[in-house]
């Protein structure tokens, strides 16, 4: 073992240790906890930027623990991971500064950031997993882990969507686990293998083969919450915005669209894919995912479940742009990995902002808003014209690129698509938008917190700068879309590898 | 070194207990410290019985120096010392746990009504555990006789020990039961004696042929042995019997004793008998396992009280084991009998840790209906902790020993092409995430006006959590266990017998 | 038919007979008692087995085995009398209740 190989292990234990550590302390123990979350965040972070250098240069990283005799614990960068863990990485040291902000005086704090640590170490080893056991194993660790977040307020509303997200989550795990067992005594390993590892057993298992993709696709469609797989979600929002924003907005539901992206691209190797004539289905899933998420967010008033729904419909221009199957769509999809997390990110900050500043839950009480709160206001505008795909803006990119995908292809369906959502997504935003900075106030906000009265800030700094920094990488991302560090230029990256081009 | 060699480790790891089980009962002022002595002593006999087999190979031992077939063999392989090494270990953990549960004898005039328990506590679960070893290392029909009903006087004494009127009914019925699965497998050893006239295990593989008496015998055996390992339909005396003991007790019966009759089956039939079992009795326990897990599961999900809940969920999960026998016969090979095999190891851990953290509820709350509990978590974190750690392992979910092996145990079945234990596998994890879960329910409710003040003692709590770490550290590093099993013992094929006593 | 074959069935129908009588009797007496004629039927077969011996002298490993057999059963009948005992309150001599 080099050092390299000791750094996807590294990386994995930046969290894991300090979630472990966390769970022992008492809640008296506040700077402890808070210094040992953002001592982990920073190594972690500074870890990732060390591993996207290497993996830049060339370099490769593994890390393998024997588990069974012909079964590895695989960790493993490559370029694709590295996309999923920087993503995840960044958004974690803010929401880890969202967080302590966010739960001030509340109960169970401990026992909070601990799962909240091993969610991310479940995230971070779904991104970098080098087998699809490996990622099956991660994969279910991460249903365990944010169980206990969504739950954490112990409400009987809370406990019900627990329930729920539980029913969805492990019959969604037990395909998956049914799937890759099935698919193991098949093809042995099923180490990721850019271009693909199925395409020999084409011959003799074709029919094995397609069944066993529709089951991974339903397995892990659960998670990216593909319809008619999405009930969980919008319930899951009882958690702490905080969950909310990390977990629902990034890193459950990614996981799900980051396993598709696997299985499609590094299992079955996407010209074995399309030759099986799997990957239609898929994209009709997910257009119809697409346009049924946008129609329930236009009907929501309560603001965390109108973005609830629209994450249901954005995630899954990550499965569509996989399975359009064309370079130019595979770039549209993959940095909508990053772009969507971004800007969906600042919105839930916002919105959890918006009540734990005043106590603002639902969509009709936000009028005036925008003079009360500017700052806050500006990042959800941001985030929210990013969705809807107004350029320079990050979702403009992730459009442009699936539109131009689907054209090459000779797909206009997919056009069509994308425009009616756009047309949705201007539909169910710009109302929010008009009425935030437009409208009058009127009356009291619905509970205003007062121990905030006197700061010159709007409400609480840690609460204030992470949407504030999002939103900014939300303008940035988009703005420099073309330099090779941006998330698009390392999209293109991995897409020649994936193609072999 | 060579002292190391030549000890008889295994009749000593069968004395100790033993002796240790006269000195409890003549000193019952030190009997728990006495317990842990001869406890930590014989596991450094098993700890250093497992180093001669890697240095040697499976030990052989002759009691009092006869050979077979008159004298009495002892036989240790990897199947062996690995079981005596769970007995040790999770036995440790259990006394370790009894000394705070147990009040002292000096205390007796406080009136509780566990002091009648605790005096004779110490040196009947000595004696049990004697009476573990010795069916564990005996290779010889009759001396198995032997050892199980001394298993089953113990076991049976223990299960009564808290006298009140539900446990001696449970423990009354258990006698029964037992002394029914006794007889039965020694009149199946008379006929064979009869036919073959040896009584070693080695002996008579190699003279057992095909045939009408064979085949009684053989189902004679079984059905004595499924009987004390409850199988379904022979599950109804386990539920009250676990029940109703007190805490260690039931951890004891639930994590080793049932474990002991499904070891002589695994032996017995796999290792004695191949030649003479068929598709029909092999798919016969098969399919009563697969029943078992099923009615199991539904039942341990309606429950009201915890510990019934625990209980039900043993007869699932013993029924998860009997699917070795279709899987094995099909070809399964190690990854079958293994996969069985870990099975019951990690379930002996997850069930011990489970039994003794349902016995610190119990001990704060006063009862152990599970609708009243709301609110446990806040009080006892760690025990929580414990009983979700161990759950996991239950549900067979990544990372656990239940996981690796429910995984060899539906690999096998994939490979053998048999698609309804496939389903029986994937659909008893589901179930059992129903009762899991509602196990767990009260974790995360907030504290309600009941309040649970009894003081309990930390080492009890952390002797729960410890069982449920190895449970967990099983999935962990599966190589060196999986290892020792298969490198002493085949029981793959036709090519078994060899490797049998 | 031999005479060791009668033995032998003898013994199976004992056995037989017990289990019956011990799975319907309601009795807990009753059914101790079943179970002491279960073994007894078992002894029954291993000692009928002893006769069969090639040599034409009987084998002592089954006499070995019912005498450790009688032991095991007497113990087995005494914990079961034991726990009857403790079910019936004020039956023990010297009883606390």
């Given at each position: 073992m080099n050092e390299n190989s000791w750094m996807p292990l590294f990386i994995l234990l930046s969290s894991l240790v300090p979630g472990l550590i966390i769970f022992t302390l008492s809640e008296k123990q506040r700077a402890l906890r808070t210094t040992l979350n953002m001592a982990g965040a920073t190594i972690k972070l500074l870890l990732i930027g060390v591993l996207i250098w290497g993996v830049l240069n060339g370099n490769v990283y593994e890390t393998r623990i024997p588990l069974l005799p012909d079964m590895y614990l695989e960790l493993h960068a490559d370029a694709l991971s590295v996309l999923f863990a920087g993503l995840s990485t960044v958004l974690w040291f803010l929401t880890t500064i969202y967080a302590i902000g966010y739960l001030e005086g509340s109960s169970n704090r401990s026992r909070f950031f601990g799962f909240f640590s091993?969610?991310?170490?479940?995230?971070?080893?779904?991104?970098?997993?080098?087998?699809?056991?490996?990622?099956?194993?991660?994969?279910?660790?991460?249903?365990?882990?944010?169980?206990?977040?969504?739950?954490?307020?112990?409400?009987?509303?809370?406990?019900?969507?627990?329930?729920?997200?539980?029913?969805?989550?492990?019959?969604?795990?037990?395909?998956?686990?049914?799937?890759?067992?099935w698919l193991r005594t098949i093809a042995g390993p099923l180490h990721f293998t850019e271009t693909g590892l199925l395409s020999v057993y084409g011959q003799d298992y074709r029919i094995e083969l397609i069944t066993i993709f529709a089951m991974m696709i339903i397995g892990l469609g659960v998670k990216a919450a593909l319809v008619p797989l999405h009930a969980w979600l919008p319930k899951a929002m009882v958690a702490p915005a905080p969950v909310s924003a990390l977990l629902h907005a990034v890193a459950v539901v990614k996981a799900g669209a980051f396993g598709i992206v696997r299985v499609v691209y590094d299992v079955y190797g996407v010209n074995f894919a399309l030759e099986l004539g799997v990957l239609y289905p898929l994209a009709l899933m997910a257009a119809l995912t697409i346009i049924y998420g946008s129609l329930q967010a236009l009907v929501q008033n309560d603001l965390k479940r109108l973005l609830a729904y629209s994450t249901v419909s954005q995630v899954s221009y990550i499965a569509l742009g996989t399975a359009i199957a064309g370079p130019v769509a595979t770039i549209g999809g993959l940095v909508h990995l990053v772009h969507q997390g971004l800007m969906k990110i600042t919105l839930f900050f916002c919105a959890g902002n918006f009540a734990e500043t005043l106590g603002i839950h639902k969509v009709s009480e936000m009028n005036g808003l925008g003079r009360r709160m500017p700052w806050t206001m500006a990042a959800f505008s941001l985030g929210a014209l990013g969705m809807i795909g107004v350029p320079p803006l990050a979702g403009f990119i992730s459009k442009w690129y699936l539109g131009s995908g689907a054209m090459v292809n000779g797909q206009l369906w997919v056009v069509v698509v994308l425009v009616l959502s756009t047309v949705l997504n201007a539909?169910?935003?710009?109302?929010?938008?008009?009425?935030?900075?437009?409208?009058?106030?009127?009356?009291?906000?619905?509970?205003?917190?007062?121990?905030?009265?006197?700061?010159?800030l709007e409400t609480h700094w840690m609460l204030l700068?992470?949407?504030?920094?999002?939103?900014?990488?939300?303008?940035?991302?988009?703005?420099?879309?073309?330099?090779?560090?941006?998330?698009?230029?390392?999209?293109?990256?991995?897409?020649?590898?994936?193609?072999?081009? | 070194m060579?002292?190391?060699?030549?000890?008889?480790?295994?009749?000593?790891?069968?004395?100790?207990?033993?002796?240790?089980?006269?000195?409890?009962?003549?000193?019952?002022?030190?009997?728990?410290?006495?317990?842990?002595?001869?406890?930590?002593?014989?596991?450094?006999?098993?700890?250093?019985?497992?180093?001669?087999?890697?240095?040697?190979?499976?030990?052989?031992?002759?009691?009092?120096?006869?050979?077979?077939?008159?004298?009495?063999?002892?036989?240790?392989?990897?199947?062996?010392?690995?079981?005596?090494?769970?007995t040790a270990l999770v036995g440790l953990l259990i006394s370790f746990y009894a000394t705070a549960y147990f009040p002292k004898a000096g205390q007796e005039e406080t009136g509780d009504q566990n002091v009648a328990s605790s005096v004779y506590f110490w040196p009947l679960w000595l004696f049990l555990w004697g009476a573990l070893n010795a069916l564990f290392l005996s290779a010889d029909l009759f001396n198995i006789y032997v050892t199980l009903e001394l298993l089953g006087l113990s076991a049976v004494a223990l299960s009564g020990l808290s006298g009140k009127a539900e446990a001696l009914s449970a423990a009354m019925r258990y006698l029964f039961v037992s002394m029914i699965g006794s007889l039965s497998y020694l009149l199946g050893v008379a006929l064979l004696y009869n036919m073959y006239g040896v009584l070693d295990l080695g002996l008579l593989a190699s003279e057992v042929r095909p045939g009408p008496t064979s085949q009684a015998a053989l189902a004679l055996i079984t059905v004595g042995l499924a009987l004390k390992t409850a199988l379904f339909p022979f599950h109804f005396w386990l539920p009250p019997a676990h029940a109703n003991a007190p805490a260690p007790v039931s951890a004891l019966l639930s994590a080793l004793v049932v474990k002991a009759s499904f070891y002589l089956l695994l032996r017995l039939w796999l290792g004695v008998f191949p030649t003479v079992i068929n598709t029909t009795a092999v798919d016969l326990l098969g399919f009563l396992g697969a029943l078992a897990i099923i009615w199991g599961s539904i039942q341990a999900f309606r429950q009201r009280r915890l510990k019934l809940l625990v209980a039900y969920s043993t007869v699932a999960q013993l029924g998860y084991l009997f699917l070795v026998f279709p899987l094995v016969l099909r070809g399964g090979d190690f990854t079958a009998w293994?996969?069985?095999?870990?099975?019951?190891?990690?379930?002996?851990?997850?069930?011990?840790?489970?039994?003794?953290?349902?016995?610190?509820?119990?001990?704060?709350?006063?009862?152990?209906?599970?609708d009243e509990l709301a609110g446990i978590g806040q009080r006892l974190p760690v025990t929580m902790f414990a009983l979700a750690l161990a759950g996991v392992s239950l549900l067979g979910l990544p990372p656990s020993g239940g996981f690796i092996a429910k995984w060899m145990l539906l690999n096998a079945a994939l490979i053998t092409g048999q698609w309804w234990l496939v389903a029986v596998i994937i659909l008893g994890g589901l179930l059992a995430a129903g009762y899991v879960f509602r196990m767990l329910a009260h974790s995360f409710t907030p504290a309600t006006w009941i309040s649970f003040e009894q003081p309990v003692a930390r080492r009890m709590e952390w002797s729960a959590f410890a069982l449920a770490a190895v449970a967990i550290a099983l999935g962990l590093v599966a190589e060196p266990p999986l290892t020792l099993l298969q490198s002493s013992t085949s029981f793959a094929g036709p090519g078994l017998r060899e490797m049998i006593p | 038919m031999s005479n060791a074959h009668l033995y032998m069935l003898g013994g199976v129908c004992l056995f037989t007979l017990g289990t019956y009588a011990l799975l319907t009797k309601t009795q807990l007496l009753r059914k101790i008692l079943a179970a002491n004629v279960m073994g007894s039927g078992v002894f029954l077969v291993l000692i009928a087995g002893a006769y069969r011996s090639p040599s034409g002298l009987p084998d002592p490993v089954p006499h070995a085995m019912v005498l450790t057999g009688i032991v095991v059963a007497i113990s087995m009948t005494a914990l079961a009398l034991v726990l009857l005992g403790r079910m019936v309150p004020g039956s023990r001599k010297g009883d606390k209740e």
């Open positions: 091993l969610c991310v170490t479940a995230t971070i080893g779904i991104s970098m997993a080098g087998n699809m056991i490996t990622f099956l194993m991660f994969y279910e660790l991460l249903t365990l882990t944010t169980y206990p977040l969504v739950v954490h307020r112990g409400t009987s509303q809370a406990l019900r969507a627990g329930n729920i997200y539980l029913a969805f989550t492990v019959s969604g795990g037990a395909l998956l686990l049914l799937a890759v067992a539909a169910y935003f710009l109302p929010v938008l008009y009425r935030a900075w437009f409208l009058p106030q009127e009356g009291p906000w619905p509970e205003e917190h007062s121990q905030l009265h006197g700061s010159r700068i992470p949407p504030l920094v999002t939103a900014a990488l939300t303008l940035g991302v988009g703005l420099f879309a073309n330099s090779s560090i941006s998330p698009l230029g390392w999209v293109r990256l991995i897409t020649f590898r994936e193609y072999g081009l | 060579s002292l190391i060699l030549t000890v008889p480790w295994m009749a000593w790891s069968i004395l100790l207990p033993l002796g240790g089980a006269v000195a409890t009962f003549l000193s019952r002022r030190y009997a728990s410290r006495l317990t842990l002595l001869f406890g930590m002593a014989t596991a450094v006999c098993v700890g250093a019985l497992g180093w001669q087999l890697a240095l040697k190979g499976p030990q052989r031992h002759h009691i009092g120096g006869w050979q077979v077939p008159v004298g009495i063999d002892l036989y240790a392989d990897g199947l062996a010392v690995l079981m005596l090494a769970v293994g996969g069985s095999a870990y099975l019951a190891v990690s379930h002996a851990f997850a069930k011990a840790s489970i039994f003794l953290a349902s016995g610190i509820i119990m001990h704060v709350a006063g009862h152990d209906r599970i | -």
